[in-house]
């Protein structure tokens, strides 16, 4: 049995405690926050768990095997430093660090104490994205031109971070997921409404090796929610709609294809090149409804009882934390291009 601590029950704190608490082989076991209404929800929900006001408690405690650190981004390596230098596997909420230098000796530490570190990028259990994953992998969709994301809604404004660091590591993570490339460049653009520095509108531009292109649009100002990723191929283009109940992915059998062909003018050979239009059939595959978190907890447990490396794990944070620290750095400049 794996004995589970949680530090931090305010938003998402509460989600991580039920599945992990519902957890086959896991036994939640404690409770951490600071604030005292977040304990007593805690106190409430779960009466048998011993709850703490100091994190310490927790990190240090002989009889927890795993931390979950649910708490805001800037106190993240702090508290996962401890755990680990403490022998704590880590389950910890994105994004994984505010830095690249933080993520980086986070790794380095739980390789060398032997340590799992799981970052909570939920999206990859989701049901619609295992299906893309399964989609891609097996070359329905061919060679990938494009991934397009929107992910906007009139809130939440976070205190700490702005929309990019609060909605874009979902996409990120789901994008670094299933093109399985490395980003050569990024440029973003954004802006601050409020009188602050932090942008609560923001357009962000990837580039990867082969053509390969992506494109975000976070935003806490729009009048709707919307939450769409279009992928585009050279043989389907799928659409996936995450707030629908049914069809939440369609695929296309659309495209364009281009065939080189020799031509003759004035006597002088050039080439040129005729497009072909593609418009077949659509249909919607079938998406597991499995809750994604709980698949998720259950997935950390399993790597921790087989020693397997997680796919989200410290480096798959990492990964999204670069990206993020260039969208930064080029929202600073005005959109200029960052190399990475």
Not at 16 to 26: D, K
Request: glycine share 6%; proline share 3%.
């Amino acid at each position: 049995m794996i004995n589970v601590g949680i530090v931090g029950f305010g938003y998402w704190g509460p989600n991580v405690a039920r599945n992990f608490h519902s957890t086959p082989g896991a036994r939640l076991i404690a409770i951490s926050d600071a604030d005292e209404k977040s304990l007593g929800r805690a106190r409430q929900a779960y009466p048998e768990v011993r709850l703490e006001r100091d994190c310490h408690e927790l990190l240090t405690a002989k009889d927890v095997d795993v931390i979950a650190i649910v708490t805001p981004v800037s106190s993240h390596f702090d508290i996962a430093r401890k755990a680990l230098s403490n022998g704590k596997h880590i389950f910890i909420e994105k994004p994984f660090t505010a830095s690249v230098a933080d993520a980086e000796k986070l790794i380095e530490m739980a390789e060398r104490n032997k340590l799992k570190i799981m970052v909570d990028h939920t999206f990859l259990f989701n049901g619609a994205v295992k299906k893309i994953k399964e989609l891609i992998d097996d070359g329905v969709l061919g060679d990938l031109y494009y991934f397009d994301s929107i992910r906007v809604n009139l809130g939440l404004f976070q205190k700490d971070v702005n929309v990019v660091w609060d909605l874009a590591p979902h996409d990120l993570s789901i994008m670094d997921h299933l093109l399985q490339m490395e980003p050569s460049a990024v440029m973003a653009t954004g802006v601050a409404h409020f009188g602050n520095e932090l942008e609560d509108v923001a357009y962000i531009t990837i580039y990867f090796p082969n053509n390969v292109i992506a494109h975000l649009n976070v935003n806490w100002l729009s009048p709707v929610k919307i939450r769409t990723t279009l992928i585009g191929g050279q043989k389907k283009m799928l659409v996936w709609n995450d707030l629908v109940s049914d069809e939440k992915i369609r695929v296309y059998d659309k495209g364009v294809e281009g065939v080189d062909t020799l031509c003759t003018e004035s006597k002088e050979k050039s080439y040129g090149l005729r497009l072909s239009y593609r418009s077949g059939d659509m249909w919607a595959p079938r998406v597991s409804q499995v809750e994604a978190l709980k698949d998720e907890t259950q997935y950390f447990i399993d790597c921790i009882n087989n020693n397997a490396t997680p796919k989200n794990d410290g480096h798959a944070g990492l990964r999204v934390v670069r990206m993020l620290e260039a969208i930064k750095d080029s929202l600073s400049t005005g959109g200029a291009l960052v190399r990475l």
